[in-house]
């Protein structure tokens, strides 16, 4: 049984999903830039690893979207 | 235009972007743990939780991927007299808690969770149960 998300739960998702789309940014960059093989490589792989991140943030929010109160609750 | 394209290097080096990246996966790695800390819902905080685990890992091959490269200084190894001085500390405070313990709850013994592999069968060997006590 789901509970509806709080409000600083949200707030935790958003920032870290930031995060995400920060690491992924990073990432490529060093991925078109670098000249380490191993370095280039591993980042490579680490952008499928934040981008599923990404994605499972993204669908904890969708997931609880259905449940969630449209007024404030005290 | 034609500069534009064909200037693909980066203003920063690639140790730096490296850098970059695993002084903020350090930092992500907390935010999700504290973020789990504080999670109501059980499934956000399974979500988090495993989240910890990922980036923990993914710092873990940066900072490996990094060092090998010689790209990350290793600090210095604690000298043998620090050693010794915490382990005499913490051996005395030790025993003054467990004496804290008799006192309030007639003795309860701990197992450590200190179990490295090529130590353990020696250990194990000279005091039959419990290792680093």
Do not use: W
């Amino acid at each position: 049984m789901i509970q509806p998300m709080t409000a600083k739960e949200l707030e935790y998702i958003a920032d870290s999903m930031s995060n995400e789309d920060a690491q992924i940014k990073q990432c490529a960059a060093l991925v078109a830039t670098g000249t380490t093989p191993a370095l280039t490589s591993l980042a490579s792989q680490m952008i499928q690893t934040h981008q599923q991140h990404y994605d499972s943030l993204l669908h904890a929010i969708s997931h609880h979207q259905q449940m969630a109160p449209t007024q404030p609750q005290q | 235009m034609y500069q534009q394209q064909q200037q693909k290097q980066s203003v920063l080096t690639e140790e730096d972007l490296a850098g970059g990246i695993l002084s903020d996966l350090k930092r992500i790695v907390r935010e999700y743990a504290t973020a789990a800390t504080e999670s109501t819902c059980p499934d956000i905080r399974q979500l988090f939780t495993k989240l910890t685990d990922n980036t923990l890992a993914l710092q873990g091959q940066m900072f490996q991927a990094m060092q090998q490269a010689n790209m990350y200084n290793t600090a210095s190894p604690a000298l043998r007299q620090e050693l010794d001085k915490q382990a005499k500390q913490y051996q005395q405070t030790k025993q003054k808690t467990n004496q804290f313990l008799q006192q309030t709850l007639g003795g309860q013994q701990s197992q450590t969770l200190y179990t490295p592999q090529m130590q353990q069968s020696s250990q194990q060997q000279q005091n039959g149960q419990t290792h680093y006590m």
